[in-house]
């Protein structure tokens, strides 16, 4: 994630992230601050769209949400560009040391974050399964849920996650047409697994009529999917970043700080998915 930890060339580039934090908080940025209220906007709008669709009193139209979400977007990507440039960016035009050992652990804090984010969708998911409501969603399980798409998804993600890790080992040992072949490998089969959560969600919404305000079922599956999907969309760019690097002659076996944060970022996700496979995927199939 980070570009500490490459070149050290003067490219003269203009910084306009470096004095962008607020005076009298030293090194403090505000950026964070903002990609966060860019996050919690998405569940803000997930809220108020299912709001909006059962809103007899009218007061959340049916496109409050879906306008809120779009705009959440925006600043959580002005936010994350912000953030990251400041953070990460400047120091390698200022030639400033990489701090890897601190961005290690930094990733570490942020996926124990994560983790706890997850971890609420899930006890979400385990509390209404236990409620009266939960046998009235057995019609919403479609047939074949747990069926060849998702174990071939996941499958793929599997795989990514061990290219991932032979990438980085290659780089370690300064082979560096392993690392790319592998680091483009692990891109693309995560761009295929986004292409089938998304062929997955049409068949879904589109053949089987299910909608995030279905039920409790559908709130569950859409909203505990879409969280993992987001998170895999966001892996797959910082693995674009990474890549694109890559081929410019950045990285080695001394300076792999935003290899090895990604990689951990990737196993993070690919984790979750087994999880949701196995809690949400075949605990419905099995249940019913």
């Not at 089969?189 to 009529?209: A, K």
């Not at 993992?228 to 966001?234: E, K, T």
Request: negative net charge; without cysteine.
């Amino acid at each position: 994630m980070t570009v500490t930890d490459d070149s050290t060339e003067d490219h003269g580039h203009h910084l306009p992230a470096v004095e962008d934090w607020p005076k009298g908080f030293g090194e403090a940025s505000w950026w964070p601050f903002v990609t966060a209220i860019g996050a919690a906007g998405f569940y803000i709008g997930a809220a108020l769209y299912v709001l909006g669709q059962n809103d007899t009193l009218g007061f959340v139209g049916p496109m409050v949400g879906p306008a809120v979400f779009v705009g959440s977007v925006f600043v959580f990507l002005a936010g994350l560009y912000g953030w990251v440039y400041h953070a990460f960016v400047k120091h390698f035009w200022s030639r400033e040391s990489s701090g890897g050992k601190a961005l290690r652990w930094g990733m570490l804090l942020f996926l124990g974050t994560e983790i706890a984010t997850f971890g609420a969708g899930f006890v979400y998911y385990f509390f209404v399964r236990a409620g009266a409501q939960w046998s009235e969603a057995v019609g919403a399980v479609p047939d074949g849920f747990l069926g060849v798409l998702v174990l071939a998804n996941t499958a793929i993600l599997v795989v990514s996650s061990i290219t991932m890790h032979f990438a980085h080992v290659a780089l370690r040992k300064g082979n560096r047409s392993r690392f790319l072949g592998l680091l483009v490998t692990t891109l693309v089969l995560g761009v295929v697994f986004i292409g089938g959560q998304i062929y997955e969600y049409y068949e879904f919404i589109v053949h089987e009529g299910l909608t995030l305000s279905g039920g409790v079922f559908e709130s569950a599956f859409f909203g505990l999917t879409g969280l993992h999907g987001l998170h895999v969309s966001l892996g797959a760019v910082l693995l674009a970043i990474v890549t694109v690097r890559a081929f410019k002659g950045q990285y080695s076996h001394e300076r792999d700080t935003s290899v090895t944060t990604v990689s951990m970022y990737w196993h993070f996700v690919d984790a979750v998915w087994i999880f949701l496979v196995v809690v949400l995927y075949a605990g419905a199939v099995v249940s019913f």
